[in-house]
């Protein structure tokens, strides 16, 4: 998750965070560097410590104080309406559960508070969703139980978000890996 296409999609979405952030599936901490000023701390949430390791020796040259989670999205251990801003980058196919961790970022993220989200997921073209579902089987098998199908945009929804700004597109490489959600969606109790 680090080609040049992922990296320039990180690089124009993360330093929109601001204030107390959380990023749910910080993984190794590729996207440290982009966060930018606005940022005060940041909590990375992610469920496997092997991947936390090596996010914590990226921490260690950020500008801003970073706390880690051990915990799945899934139940957040963190108190209601605590965040400014909620991050997902690629993760939102790993999670068993995406539904039910939208909506405890929902319950973490403050009233005024944003979710960006730059997700990977099920591509509008019925032969390239073919090829999703296809292969989806032996993606999650062997890609630490990603999934390519499932449609992000719908989820976010389902969670009790509204989505403010979305861009759905291809990015560079095969179709069924590579179509995004990209964009910002606030708590729907904000219409």
Avoid at 125 to 133: M, T
Avoid at 136 to 142: A, C, D, H, S, T
Wanted: charged content about 25%; glycine content about 8%.
């Amino acid at each position: 998750m680090r080609n040049k296409a992922v990296m320039l999609e990180r690089a124009r979405f993360v330093p929109l965070a601001s204030g107390k952030v959380l990023e749910v599936g910080i993984g190794s901490g590729l996207n440290f560097q982009f966060y930018g000023a606005k940022v005060e701390k940041l909590h990375g949430l992610d469920p496997s410590l092997e991947l936390q390791k090596m996010a914590r020796r990226r921490a260690k040259t950020a500008p801003f104080p970073v706390e880690f989670v051990e915990s799945s999205a899934e139940s957040i251990p963190m108190e209601d309406h605590s965040f400014d801003t909620v991050v997902t980058t690629w993760t939102l196919c790993t999670i068993p559960n995406p539904v039910k961790a939208l909506k405890e970022i929902k319950r973490v993220l403050k009233p005024d508070g944003q979710l960006i989200f730059v997700e990977h997921g099920r591509s509008p073209d019925s032969r390239v969703l073919a090829w999703q579902n296809w292969l989806n089987p032996l993606w999650n098998r062997i890609g630490g139980g990603r999934n390519l199908n499932r449609k992000i945009d719908d989820m976010v929804v389902e969670a009790g978000f509204r989505i403010t700004q979305i861009e759905r597109t291809y990015s560079k490489g095969p179709k069924p890996f590579t179509y995004l959600y990209k964009g910002f969606a606030r708590s729907d109790a904000f219409r």
